[in-house]
């Protein structure tokens, strides 16, 4: 059992250690709630439906390759479109305390 548990352990720090070394990489999205699915190229938020204003897409994106509707903020702060059924953690916004 105790056996086990060191490999379990070994396989969860290499698995960790690989994630982070790729987010530290390369490109690490996270959902920021924006989204063109109504209207290709017409990015809105989707907390209050208001257009995007502010912009701060990687170059060559928004791609909507393969239909992608839903926009990512990477590492180096740049947007990218993915598909939206793709699972990443999210930002939230919150009231000011
Ligand atoms: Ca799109």
């Known amino acids: 059992m105790l056996?086990?548990?060191i490999m379990f352990m070994d396989l969860f720090v290499?698995?960790?250690f690989f994630f982070?070394?790729?987010c530290w990489l390369g490109c690490c999205p996270c959902w920021i709630g924006a989204t063109d699915v109504a209207e290709e190229g017409n990015?809105?938020?989707t907390s209050d439906n208001?257009?995007?204003g502010f912009v701060n897409w990687y170059?060559?994106?928004?791609?909507?390759?393969?239909g992608e509707d839903c926009v990512a903020i990477c590492r180096n702060e740049h947007w990218s479109d993915y598909r939206c059924n793709v699972k990443f953690p999210y930002i939230c916004q919150?009231?000011?305390l």
């Open 3 to 5: 056996i086990m548990m």
């Open 50 to 52: 208001s257009t995007v």
């Open 94 to 96: 919150t009231p000011a």
């Open 14 to 16: 290499t698995f960790t």
């Open 43 to 45: 990015f809105i938020w």
């Open 59 to 66: 170059p060559g994106e928004p791609s909507n390759s393969n």
């Open 20 to 22: 982070l070394a790729v």
